[in-house]
C-alpha cells in the first residue's frame, strides 16, 4: 500500500503531532510520580487544581481541562469521598453543584505544586527560558488553528 504523498510542511506538522503525543505520555508519567507521595495520580491532581482555581461545575472542569464530563465526576466523587473536595449549590445552576477544595484538598494541592515547582525549575533550567517561551507561542497558534472550524479533507 502506498503512503499518501504530502508536503514538506505536512510532513513537519506529522513530525510535530508525534512528538507533542510522546511529550504528553511523558508528562503524564511525570505528573503521575510527583502526585503520587501525596497519594494522588496526575489525573486527580488536574481535576485538584482547577477546583482551587474559580468555583466550577464537574462539566465546567471537563471543558477547561479537555476531558469528558463523566471522567472528571468520577474523580470528583472520589475525592469527595476522601474528604478532599466537596459539593456546594452553583448560584447560575440548580443541578450543577460547584466542585470547593477541603483544607484537606489544598493540603495535598500544596505538597505536589512543591514538588512540581522543584521539577519544572530544574527542566526549565536545562531546556532555556527563551526556547521554552518560543515554543509555547508556536504550540499556542498551531492548537488556535486546530480550534477554527475546518471543512474535513476528503
Known amino acids: 500500500m502506498k503512503k499518501p504523498d504530502r508536503t514538506d510542511a505536512g510532513d513537519a506538522f506529522a513530525l ?3 512528538s507533542v503525543i510522546r511529550l504528553a505520555q511523558h508528562l503524564t508519567a511525570a505528573g ?3 502526585a503520587k507521595p ?4 496526575s489525573a486527580r491532581w488536574q481535576v485538584l487544581a482547577a477546583a ?4 466550577m461545575s464537574v462539566a465546567e472542569i471537563g471543558r477547561v481541562l479537555g476531558l469528558a464530563r ?7 466523587d472520589i475525592l469527595e469521598t476522601e474528604g478532599l473536595v466537596r459539593y456546594e449549590d452553583n448560584p447560575a445552576h440548580q443541578r450543577a453543584k460547584l466542585l470547593v477544595l477541603t483544607p484537606e484538598g489544598q493540603a495535598i494541592l500544596n505538597d505536589i505544586q512543591t514538588r512540581q515547582a522543584e521539577w519544572a525549575d530544574a527542566l526549565g533550567a536545562e531546556i532555556g527560558e ?3 517561551r518560543t515554543t509555547t507561542a508556536i504550540l499556542a497558534r498551531i492548537l488556535d488553528e486546530l480550534s477554527k472550524p475546518k471543512s474535513p479533507a476528503r
Open 16 to 18: 510535530f503531532s508525534i
Open 32 to 34: 503521575d510520580a510527583l
Open 38 to 41: 501525596a497519594g494522588q495520580s
Open 52 to 55: 482551587s482555581h474559580a468555583s
Open 70 to 76: 463523566q471522567g472528571v465526576q468520577r474523580i470528583a
Open 130 to 132: 527563551t526556547d521554552l
